[in-house]
C-alpha cells in the first residue's frame, strides 16, 4: 500500500505528475511531460516542494486510480496530468478527472484553450479539466495539461509581449490562492517566471 509522503518543511508542497500516454509508458519513446514540468517548477517556485511521478497508459480505471492514490494516499496537494485529452478514442483523461472529483473547476481548462488557440485553431479540441478531490483530512486541486514541453509552459505561465508585458495570464497564477482556499500549503513562485496573484487579505508577510 503507498504511504502517505513526509513533509521535509511545515508548508512543502506536494505535487504529483503524471504523464499518460501508451507509447511513452510502453518505452516506445521517451516522456517529455514529467521532465517539462519538473523543469518549469524548479524555475517557478520559490517555496519548498518535492514531486511524486506515475507514467501509465490510457486507461481510465488506471488513471483514476492513480489519481485517488496521490490525493488519498500519497497526500498530494496539487496533481498535474499531461496527454490524453484530445478527441481520440484512447484519449480519457478528462473522464477519469471528472469520476474523481469533487467540486469542478472550469475556469483552468477554459483559460487553457484561450492560450492555446494564440497558436493553433485545433486547440478548441483540447478537453483539459480541473477539479477539486477533497480526501479524509485534506484536498488537492488536479489540473490536466496539454503533453508539449513548450506547450505546457505556455499554458502554466502565460504568454507575454517583447516588452515582458502580459498578453494572455498562465493559470498557474490562480493556482496558489486555490490552494490557499483549500487548506493547503502557502506557495510562493518566482516572479520573473509566474506571479502568484492572491487577494491582499490572504498575502502574508515574509
Known amino acids: 500500500m503507498t504511504t502517505k509522503k513526509t513533509r521535509n518543511h511545515p508548508v512543502e508542497l ?7 500516454s501508451d507509447r511513452a509508458s510502453s518505452g516506445v519513446y521517451e516522456d517529455q511531460g514529467v521532465p517539462a514540468l ?3 517548477f524548479s524555475q517557478a517556485l520559490s517555496s ?8 501509465i497508459p490510457d486507461e481510465q480505471a488506471l488513471i483514476e486510480k492513480t489519481l485517488i492514490e496521490l490525493v488519498d494516499q500519497v497526500g ?5 496530468t499531461t496527454g490524453g485529452t484530445g ?10 478527472t471528472l469520476a474523481v472529483a469533487t467540486k469542478i473547476m472550469p475556469g483552468f481548462g477554459e483559460q487553457m484553450r484561450q492560450i492555446s488557440l494564440r497558436f493553433v485553431p485545433t486547440a478548441i479540441l483540447s478537453r483539459q479539466v480541473a477539479v477539486i478531490r477533497e480526501a479524509h483530512d485534506h484536498a488537492a486541486l488536479i489540473m490536466n495539461l496539454p503533453g508539449q514541453p513548450k506547450s ?8 507575454r509581449d517583447d516588452q515582458g508585458q502580459s498578453i494572455v495570464g498562465g493559470i498557474f497564477a490562480a493556482v496558489p490562492y486555490c ?4 487548506g493547503g500549503p502557502y506557495i510562493e513562485t518566482h516572479d520573473a517566471v509566474c506571479k502568484a496573484f492572491r487577494p491582499k487579505s490572504a498575502i502574508r508577510a515574509k
Open 76 to 80: 498530494c496537494d496539487l496533481v498535474l
Open 179 to 182: 490552494i490557499d482556499l483549500i
Open 152 to 159: 505546457i509552459r505556455e499554458t502554466l505561465e502565460g504568454l
Open 38 to 40: 519538473r523543469d518549469w
Open 87 to 96: 478527441p481520440a478514442r484512447r484519449d480519457v483523461t478528462p473522464e477519469a
Open 48 to 55: 519548498p516542494w518535492q514531486m511524486e511521478t506515475r507514467l
Open 14 to 20: 506536494l505535487i504529483g505528475l503524471v504523464s499518460i
